[in-house]
Nanobody, 123 residues
Framework: QVQMVESGGGSVQAGGSLRLSCVVS????????MAWFRQAPGKEREAVAS???????QYADSVKARFTISQDNAKKILYLQMNSLKPEDTAMYYC?????????????????WGQGTQVTVSL
């Protein structure tokens, strides 16, 4: 059974940083796409960044140059370094994994999801 557990969320002031982690267990494929999504109250879930098992990455325009997605392939841990945080980054952040090893940014392609970690950015 695949499990994904996020951690690292919290409350920070604008301009601050957080590092999210997502530990994946029970996933046996070596070729995949992992991603971070977020959902703010009353809004649609949106992709933040994705990374393929070969290291290619893609970012939403709203987070480019501020967020960095990375992975530890051996340990199956996904990271999201978030710098220069803004109040509009406030959301529940979810990690997800897809069996299809391409740069995916749409939720429907991801089979497995974590429970989420809350990020709150205040002025």
């Amino acid at each position: 059974q695949v499990q994904m557990v996020e951690s690292g969320g919290g409350s920070v002031q604008a301009g601050g940083s957080l590092r999210l982690s997502c530990v994946v267990s029970g996933y046996t494929y070596n070729n995949y796409c992992m991603a971070w999504f977020r959902q703010a109250p009353g809004k649609e879930r949106e992709a933040v960044a994705s990374i393929v098992s070969d290291g290619r990455t893609q970012y939403a325009d709203s987070v480019k140059a501020r967020f960095t997605i990375s992975q530890d392939n051996a340990k199956k841990i996904l990271y999201l370094q978030m710098n220069s945080l803004k109040p509009e980054d406030t959301a529940m952040y979810y990690c997800a994994i897809s069996d299809f090893p391409a740069l995916l940014m749409q939720a429907r392609y991801f089979e497995y999801w974590g429970q989420g970690t809350q990020v709150t950015v205040s002025l």
